[in-house]
Structures are given as C-alpha cells and as structure tokens.
C-alpha cells in the first residue's frame, strides 16, 4: 500500500467514471512530496460531461430549490424564475474554481469509499459570481468503535489553471502546511444542527487541534491543469506536512472541459425534469 492510499485510499477502477476518465500514478514519496499523479485514459464523451454536470449542480441547488424549478418548469415565465434563483456562476474564473472544488470533494469521497460529512457551501453563497473564502473542502468522517467516537479530518485546496506553474504548486502548498488548521469546522458543524442536531453535537464536542495531533487531519491539495502538470508538480513540489498528498490531474484543455460541463448544467436546469 502506497503512502497515498494509506491517506486518501485507492484510486477507483473503471466501473467508475473516475477510474473510466483517469489513471492514477502514485509515484514514490520522498520527505519533502507525496505526489499522485492523474492523466486521462479516455476521451471526453457525453456520459462524462453529463455525469460532471449532474454533480456541478448538486453542489450548487438545495433539493428545495430543484424541486421548485420543476414546478415552474410548465408554467409561463419560467426561464426568468430560473434565472432570479440562479446558482452557476456566470464568471469564467468562478467556474474554473468551483468545479476545481467539486472534483476534489467527490474524487477523495469515491477513493475513501464512502459517503462523508460535510457541507455542499455553494449552495449558500449569496453572490454566485464570487468565490467563497474559507477552506475549498473540508470534510468528516465519524467512525465509532466499540461505542467511542473518532473523527478524521479531510481538508483541501484545489486550484485551476489553463498553465500550470511554480507559483501555484507553492501556492496550495503554503495553504496546507503543516500548522494550517480548518477555517470552517465551526460553520460546517453549526449547517448540519440545522438537520442532525444529534451529529452536530457529536461533532462539537471534538477539538480540531487534538485530532490533528492525533495524526487524524488529513490534507489534499489539487491542481487542475493541462497535461505538463505532473512534470511541474514533481520538479517543484516541496513540502514540510507529512498528511498532505498533492494531486496533479492534467487533462487535455482543462478550460474547454469545464466550459462544456458548465455549458450542459445550464441546460439541465433549463430542463429540470430530468435530473
């Protein structure tokens, strides 16, 4: 088993669309890197766009909001009601960001195997043309044994770029250094009393500082970019934080990719019956 897999688990076979899309290359650690490397292994088709899609707009619209769109849907004026409670951003840099994000939420969950808790925080953001500040990911995983609670901390910064460069590399890397603690554990706990005051509670009563010192605060850093990213990561990769594991995913025109999945989430919600 593989350092990163010890951290975030095993890269998904291709009865996933992850393992179907990319294939993964954990190179050897060093003191100073735990790099894993994803490169595409098939061509973008429909079902991919369509599959990203449907996950673009689950982070962005509560189930409230999808169930009303399908209620207007038949009723006059619908693309303007569509439009006042719209969600996707329009600006091309919040885009790039959000689905950055998404990717990185989703990839950790699939290669952990398991569905964990957190908070879907672009769904709340008041202005969708801006970025949310605070951490880009941020989940947990509750695991109870032999009736005492333990938590695990997953936190991560994920980053677009048409270019990948030294600059970025060093940028998520200062972000997830070894001293960096969640900024969000707080907001995510006080989202999910809203529904699971039980959980929430549970939650709270956790010190992020002991769980990191327990070893139990795990970091992920993400960079989306074109096909030299590997090769950038490795040459300039250099980081003191022993639980972070660096993904490089390079695919090939990484701005078109998202240009087209935003392109097909807009039309889904234009179309609402079908999701």
């Known amino acids: 088993m593989t350092k990163q897999e010890k951290l975030i688990g095993k890269h998904p076979d291709n009865s996933n669309p992850f393992g179907r899309w990319l294939a993964v290359n954990d190179i050897p650690v ?14 973008r088709n429909d079902e991919l766009i369509e599959w990203m899609a449907k996950k673009i707009i689950k982070h962005h619209y509560t189930q409230f909001r999808i169930d009303r769109l399908k209620e207007k849907y038949k009723e006059l004026g619908f693309t303007k009601y569509a439009e006042q409670h719209r969600k996707l951003p329009t ?3 919040v885009k790039k960001g959000n689905a950055t994000e998404i990717i990185l939420t989703d990839y950790v969950q699939t290669t952990l195997g398991k569905e964990l808790i957190k908070v879907f925080k672009l769904k709340y953001n008041p202005n969708v043309d801006q970025a949310i500040k605070g951490d880009d990911t941020l989940m947990i995983d509750l695991v109870e044994t032999n009736g005492v609670d333990n938590v695990r901390i997953y936190l991560g910064e994920a980053k677009f770029r048409q270019t990948p460069t030294n600059q970025v590399i060093n940028d998520i890397v200062t972000s997830l250094n070894k001293d960096t ?3 969000s554990y707080t907001f995510l706990v006080e989202e999910i009393a809203k529904d699971n005051l039980e959980l929430a509670t549970k939650l709270d009563d956790f010190i992020v500082k002991d769980i990191k010192d327990k070893g139990d605060l795990i970091y992920t850093g993400l960079l989306l970019s074109n096909s030299e990213t590997s090769s ?3 040459n300039y990769l250099n980081s003191d934080n022993p639980d972070l594991v660096f993904i490089s995913m390079g695919i090939d025109n990484p701005q ?6 935003f392109e097909r989430a807009e039309e889904l919600i234009l179309k609402p019956e079908e999701l």
């Open 30 to 43: 060093t003191a100073t890197k735990c790099h894993r490397e994803l490169t595409e292994i098939t061509s």
């Open 91 to 93: 600006a091309d840099k």
């Open 181 to 183: 603690l969640p900024l």
């Open 232 to 234: 950038k990561v490795e």
């Open 256 to 261: 078109e990719f998202v240009q087209k999945v």
